[in-house]
């Protein structure tokens, strides 16, 4: 939880400039993100007062994500990376923001360290239930780290 503004938000860092959270507020304006990333399929609200970018991979929490699922993680991952890279300020959000997020956010944190670390640094931020889904937990771990280099391109490591 962050208070900012006085509100309670339910987001925490995770690592520098990038954050991750649970549902978001649409009247609330998130002001201080260049992007924010909303996983729930269920939920994709309008962000009528947040001027940054909005990502909207959108797919569920399941054991047994489709193709479809993991690529648009894959892609919302990779569009974090570069953000974080070029300086921006990230909020990854899902709708308790344990396990979509934690799948976005450690794919994107998995580009330049060990899965098990981004596992870690979600952990010690959004707690134990953080990638409690075991799928997308193992996903993250097994992930191969890419270099994101000046153009802004991944390349495999």
Same mark, same amino acid.
């Given at each position: 939880?962050?208070?900012?503004?006085?509100?309670?938000?339910?987001? $925490?860092? /995770? #690592?520098?400039? %990038?954050?991750? *959270?649970?549902? &978001?507020?649409?009247?609330?304006?998130? =002001? @201080?993100?260049?992007?924010?990333?909303?996983?729930?399929?269920?939920?994709?609200?309008?962000?009528?007062?947040?001027?940054?970018?909005?990502?909207?991979?959108?797919?569920?929490?399941?054991?047994?994500?489709?193709?479809?699922?993991?690529?648009?993680?894959?892609?919302?991952? $990779?569009? /974090? #990376?570069?953000? %974080?890279?070029? *300086?921006?300020? &990230?909020?990854?959000?899902?709708?308790? =923001? @344990?396990?979509?997020?934690?799948?976005?956010?450690?794919?994107?944190?998995?580009?330049?360290?060990?899965?098990?670390?981004?596992?870690?640094?979600?952990?010690?931020?959004?707690?134990?239930?953080?990638?409690?889904?075991?799928?997308?937990?193992?996903?993250?771990?097994?992930?191969?780290?890419?270099?994101?280099?000046?153009?802004?391109?991944?390349?495999?490591?």
């Amino acid at each position: 939880m962050l208070a900012v503004d006085g509100r309670s938000l339910d987001l $925490d860092r /995770v #690592a520098p400039k %990038l954050y991750q *959270g649970g549902a &978001v507020d649409p009247s609330y304006h998130y =002001g @201080w993100f260049d992007m924010i990333v909303l996983c729930a399929i269920e939920l994709q609200p309008e962000l009528p007062h947040f001027r940054g970018e909005v990502v909207r991979p959108a797919f569920d929490d399941t054991v047994s994500p489709t193709r479809l699922d993991l690529t648009r993680a894959a892609v919302a991952a $990779d569009l /974090v #990376a570069k953000a %974080l890279h070029r *300086g921006k300020c &990230v909020l990854v959000t899902c709708r308790a =923001g @344990w396990n979509r997020s934690g799948l976005v956010s450690g794919l994107a944190l998995g580009r330049s360290m060990p899965g098990a670390h981004a596992v870690s640094l979600i952990r010690r931020a959004r707690g134990h239930y953080a990638l409690c889904n075991s799928t997308f937990e193992r996903i993250v771990r097994a992930a191969p780290m890419q270099h994101i280099d000046n153009r802004g391109s991944s390349v495999r490591l």
